[in-house]
């Protein structure tokens, strides 16, 4: 488990309500997922959740970008400021443009793309990720995509993602390396993910 002055600790700007469920929900969650069985496993998966959410200060995808730093985040999809500009500082638009037609989700106009939009500690994204993270955390997430960042799912919902990228037997390899790309797709933040690290076992020795 993690205990609730521990996090406190590590996430000094976490809301109250969300590090105290967290703490209570921890041993139970962590025995069930097989993440407490070796403590690196705990020291990987609160790392990355550190990272995903800013220090369990954020749950949810900031999709709200101007037209200018969408041409650097997706230089293929708005090659041009003027390309851009009709989804700047529009998240749901967005979400339905650059989400639409992978990961499960519809065609733009059916609104997936915003609907299973970035959520919950580990930022599940599309359809199918809600669907498969839902199959393992016993919570229709396709039904009820709001219940990822819902303060009793929260943990859940990431150990059950957690476990569906079969993440486990990475931390025993000491790869935090590939946990990241199963979590992002990449190493985005990567040199942050380890910063937290360092932070979260020093937090955990006390």
């Known amino acids: 488990m993690v205990t609730e002055g521990q996090l406190r600790k590590l996430f000094p700007y976490a809301k109250a309500a969300t590090v105290k469920t967290f703490a209570a929900k921890s041993k139970a969650l962590f025995k069930e997922f097989g993440i ?49 500009l009709p989804f700047a500082n529009n998240p749901e638009k967005l979400a339905n443009k650059v989400y639409a037609n992978r990961m499960g989700n519809g065609p733009p106009e059916s609104g997936d793309g915003y609907r299973y939009r970035g959520r919950g500690y580990i930022q599940i994204t599309g359809k199918d990720g809600y669907r498969q993270t839902g199959l393992r955390a016993g919570i229709d997430l396709v039904t009820n995509p709001e219940r990822a960042i819902a303060t ?3 943990l859940r919902v990431a150990c059950a993602f957690w476990k569906w990228k079969e993440l486990n037997p990475l931390c025993d390899a000491r790869n935090f390396e590939e946990v990241t790309r199963r979590i992002n797709g990449g190493l985005t933040g990567y040199d942050d993910r380890l910063e937290w690290l360092d932070k979260v076992r020093k937090a955990l020795r006390n």
């Open 36 to 84: 407490s069985d070796k403590a690196i496993r705990k020291e990987y998966f609160l790392a990355q959740i550190a990272h995903e959410t800013g220090g369990l200060t954020r749950s949810v995808e900031n999709l709200n970008y101007s037209a200018e730093r969408l041409t650097k985040i997706w230089p293929t999809r708005f090659p041009t400021i003027e390309s851009a």
């Open 152 to 154: 009793e799912d929260a």
